[in-house]
Nanobody, 124 residues
Framework: VQLQASGGGLVQAGGSLRLSCTDSGRTFSSLSMGWFRQAPGREREFVGSIRWSGGNTYYADSVKGRFTISRDNAKNTVYLQMNSLKPEDTAVYYC??????????????????WGQGTLVTVSS
């Protein structure tokens, strides 16, 4: 499993971005995927996740209603669609994979694999 995140950039408040995370391996369909973010001087925090089986999604309260996670197993890719962005969404965003993960997907310790991070900057 090798995860590669992309799609970050600079956007104005109220704008949108879509992040992608692609797995170069062959086991993507058995990975539950999570997105986390880390702002300067702050701890890494959970953004959202999508289960490998059933595709159930979960979100942090801070992004609920604005962010959407989806996956395309044929493309080995998970997406994070971010709408109505706010300056406080500025952070490095990381994708992560948990082999057949089911519970605890909000905890970074649940995940086996991590991408390298992509920077999202939201200007006011």
């Amino acid at each position: 499993v090798q995860l590669q995140a992309s799609g970050g950039g600079l956007v104005q408040a109220g704008g949108s971005l879509r992040l992608s995370c692609t797995d170069s391996g062959r086991t993507f369909s058995s990975l539950s995927m999570g997105w986390f973010r880390q702002a300067p001087g702050r701890e890494r925090e959970f953004v959202g996740s999508i289960r490998w089986s059933g595709g159930n999604t979960y979100y942090a309260d801070s992004v609920k209603g604005r962010f959407t996670i989806s996956r395309d197993n044929a493309k080995n890719t998970v997406y994070l669609q971010m709408n109505s962005l706010k300056p406080e969404d500025t952070a490095v965003y990381y994708c992560a994979g948990a082999v057949r993960g089911y519970y605890g997907l909000e905890r970074h310790t649940t995940y086996n694999y991590w991408g390298q991070g992509t920077l999202v900057t939201v200007s006011s």
